[in-house]
């Protein structure tokens, strides 16, 4: 008998069949990884083994007995915690509250024990990497990586049997996702079992001892990953080889700057930050949580307020703005793609013809709809968005290809420069090797990329310089070729120079 039996799950949605007659088992106190591309069914999978969703068919037994949960309430009895991909947090309360919800710490006379509850918040963040979180903070003003450290943080408190976790480092940078990685190991030696989504492989082959992969709803494979090959799992997860992940980068060979950053300060987030960007290249940034990228990103298209310093684009002088954006050729990926990135509730034809808006204007100000059409559906070939037809709330598409859908607003639009933030996440391998092929191509072609991105791998795989920050700052500036992960993550986390034997903290 094993602790998780899966038998003959079905589930249909309306053009899609989810979740093909799935069947396979968990073993107890394993870590055990579930791949496949966007679309595959994973989530589907998980949202019912966390009572959100009823499957149509097919049964689950858990620890020898039917486990067939109505509402997350019932899976929360049975002992099964899960973090979703989308996040489920009381925006306008505390770090603290959010994270103790439901097992509020109260004194003597029944009132909330503010004090202790701030204090056992703080410690489950310094065991995630967290500590310069505050638990007063409300969580509405916390950035993507924050919310999620939140729902995992959360999590611990409920003291679980399986624990669930879709994609919990999509939003994480590498030492965040370390710090989860050393919090999981301990919870397996504690006994508890955990199914973890991910499309980062390098973690599944780090972290798990068994891995299934789904593909297009139905289950393709489930074996231990010793032994396994980065090249085979692959191969299981979308059907076809795939030699390499980054694309060859060619060298830059223009000195003409599209954009100069001059002593551009905001607030305490932004301090001091002068750069340029040439023509041709990409320019990574990397930093924790709270060092400052996301800002950056935001301050140069306009969406975060700037105290001081200079803007030039196109040897002009600049003053971010939203609105002004598109005219000056500037495209700007969020990172937070539920919030800014796509119109959850409109079709996905509409929020890639919203962004092409004025493109498609005709004379008389209608919108040219066969135009629309004919450039979603290409967008939809290009990056493969799974989905029935066009007309599709974003919605009801899976992370990955809603993610699909954010990026397509972007492509469609002819940019010169780029401004992506964390553009692959929550996206297969297989398109991952499509975006970077995109960002290449955009560079060879004479435009300009800023690369936001937790994924030190990414930046290195595709910057042609990196800059790193750290609280605000730019802490370097090093050329790709010259540099390595270490060094890039030792000026990320401020130890540039760490004494020897003291212990490797980024594993
Ligand atoms: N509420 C819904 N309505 C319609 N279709 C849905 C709904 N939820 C999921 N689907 C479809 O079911 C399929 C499986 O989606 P699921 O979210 O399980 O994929 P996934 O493997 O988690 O992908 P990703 O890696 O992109 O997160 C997709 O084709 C998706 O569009
Ligand atoms: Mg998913």
């Given at each position: 008998?094993?602790?998780?039996?899966?038998?003959?799950?079905?589930?249909?949605?309306?053009?899609?069949?989810?979740?093909?007659?799935?069947?396979?088992?968990?073993?107890?106190?394993?870590?055990?990884?579930?791949?496949?591309?966007?679309?595959?069914?994973?989530?589907?999978?998980?949202?019912?083994?966390?009572?959100?969703?009823?499957?149509?068919?097919?049964?689950?037994?858990?620890?020898?007995?039917?486990?067939?949960?109505?509402?997350?309430?019932?899976?929360?009895?049975?002992?099964?915690?899960?973090?979703?991909?989308?996040?489920?947090?009381?925006?306008?309360?505390?770090?603290?509250?959010?994270?103790?919800?439901?097992?509020?710490?109260?004194?003597?006379?029944?009132?909330?024990?503010?004090?202790?509850?701030?204090?056992?918040?703080?410690?489950?963040?310094?065991?995630?990497?967290?500590?310069?979180?505050?638990?007063?903070?409300?969580?509405?003003?916390?950035?993507?990586?924050?919310?999620?450290?939140?729902?995992?943080?959360?999590?611990?408190?409920?003291?679980?049997?399986?624990?669930?976790?879709?994609?919990?480092?999509?939003?994480?940078?590498?030492?965040?996702?370390?710090?989860?990685?050393?919090?999981?190991?301990?919870?397996?030696?504690?006994?508890?079992?955990?199914?973890?989504?991910?499309?980062?492989?390098?973690?599944?082959?780090?972290?798990?001892?068994?891995?299934?992969?789904?593909?297009?709803?139905?289950?393709?494979?489930?074996?231990?990953?010793?032994?396994?090959?980065?090249?085979?799992?692959?191969?299981?997860?979308?059907?076809?080889?795939?030699?390499?992940?980054?694309?060859?980068?060619?060298?830059?060979?223009?000195?003409?700057?599209?954009?100069?950053?001059?002593?551009?300060?905001?607030?305490?987030?932004?301090?001091?930050?002068?750069?340029?960007?040439?023509?041709?290249?990409?320019?990574?940034?990397?930093?924790?949580?709270?060092?400052?990228?996301?800002?950056?990103?935001?301050?140069?298209?306009?969406?975060?307020?700037?105290?001081?310093?200079?803007?030039?684009?196109?040897?002009?002088?600049?003053?971010?703005?939203?609105?002004?954006?598109?005219?000056?050729?500037?495209?700007?990926?969020?990172?937070?793609?539920?919030?800014?990135?796509?119109?959850?509730?409109?079709?996905?034809?509409?929020?890639?013809?919203?962004?092409?808006?004025?493109?498609?204007?005709?004379?008389?100000?209608?919108?040219?709809?066969?135009?629309?059409?004919?450039?979603?559906?290409?967008?939809?070939?290009?990056?493969?968005?799974?989905?029935?037809?066009?007309?599709?709330?974003?919605?009801?598409?899976?992370?990955?290809?809603?993610?699909?859908?954010?990026?397509?607003?972007?492509?469609?639009?002819?940019?010169?420069i780029l401004i992506l933030v964390e553009p692959t996440q929550g996206i297969d391998v297989g398109v991952k090797f499509e975006v970077y092929q995109f960002i290449v191509d955009q560079v060879a072609a004479g435009r300009a990329v800023v690369l936001i991105s937790s994924e030190v791998s990414e930046i290195l795989g595709l910057s042609h310089r990196i800059l790193v920050m750290r609280e605000g700052r730019i802490a370097a500036e090093l050329v790709t070729d010259a540099t390595d992960q270490e060094e890039v993550l030792r000026y990320a986390i401020g130890e540039a120079r760490p004494a020897a034997g003291t212990p490797h903290v980024?594993?």
């Amino acid at each position: 008998m094993s602790f998780l039996e899966i038998d003959r799950l079905s589930k249909a949605y309306p053009g899609v069949q989810a979740l093909k007659d799935v069947t396979f088992v968990v073993e107890a106190g394993h870590v055990h990884a579930l791949v496949g591309e966007n679309g595959a069914g994973k989530s589907t999978l998980i949202k019912i083994l966390a009572g959100a969703v009823r499957p149509d068919s097919g049964s689950i037994m858990l620890d020898g007995q039917p486990y067939h949960p109505h509402t997350p309430k019932d899976a929360l009895a049975a002992s099964v915690s899960t973090i979703y991909q989308i996040f489920n947090l009381l925006p306008d309360r505390s770090i603290a509250h959010n994270v103790l919800l439901g097992r509020e710490i109260r004194g003597p006379l029944g009132l909330l024990d503010i004090g202790a509850m701030h204090r056992q918040t703080a410690q489950i963040l310094e065991q995630l990497y967290a500590g310069y979180l505050s638990p007063a903070q409300p969580v509405d003003s916390l950035k993507v990586g924050e919310k999620q450290i939140v729902e995992i943080a959360r999590s611990l408190v409920n003291e679980s049997r399986l624990m669930i976790m879709d994609e919990p480092t999509s939003a994480l940078n590498q030492v965040e996702a370390t710090a989860l990685f050393n919090v999981i190991r301990s919870l397996r030696q504690q006994g508890v079992t955990i199914l973890y989504v991910s499309h980062r492989l390098d973690e599944i082959f780090e972290l798990a001892d068994t891995v299934t992969v789904m593909r297009d709803g139905a289950h393709i494979a489930t074996q231990p990953v010793t032994g396994l090959t980065r090249g085979l799992l692959v191969e299981q997860m979308i059907g076809r080889t795939l030699e390499t992940i980054f694309p060859p980068r060619q060298a830059t060979t223009s000195t003409e700057s599209l954009l100069v950053v001059d002593e551009l300060n905001s607030g305490n987030r932004l301090i001091d930050i002068s750069f340029t960007l040439n023509r041709g290249e990409v320019l990574g940034v990397a930093g924790l949580s709270g060092s400052g990228k996301t800002e950056l990103g935001q301050a140069l298209y306009g969406d975060q307020r700037i105290d001081s310093g200079r803007i030039t684009l196109h040897g002009k002088p600049y003053n971010p703005n939203p609105g002004k954006a598109l005219r000056n050729r500037l495209v700007y990926l969020p990172e937070d793609r539920k919030g800014e990135g796509v119109f959850q509730e409109m079709s996905i034809r509409r929020n890639i013809g919203l962004s092409v808006l004025e493109r498609l204007t005709g004379l008389f100000g209608f919108m040219n709809l066969r135009r629309e059409r004919e450039i979603a559906g290409q967008q939809i070939r290009r990056l493969d968005i799974r989905t029935p037809h066009m007309e599709q709330e974003v919605l009801n598409l899976s992370g990955g290809n809603q993610q699909k859908v954010a990026l397509a607003k972007c492509l469609s639009i002819d940019p010169e420069i780029l401004i992506l933030v964390e553009p692959t996440q929550g996206i297969d391998v297989g398109v991952k090797f499509e975006v970077y092929q995109f960002i290449v191509d955009q560079v060879a072609a004479g435009r300009a990329v800023v690369l936001i991105s937790s994924e030190v791998s990414e930046i290195l795989g595709l910057s042609h310089r990196i800059l790193v920050m750290r609280e605000g700052r730019i802490a370097a500036e090093l050329v790709t070729d010259a540099t390595d992960q270490e060094e890039v993550l030792r000026y990320a986390i401020g130890e540039a120079r760490p004494a020897a034997g003291t212990p490797h903290v980024l594993g």
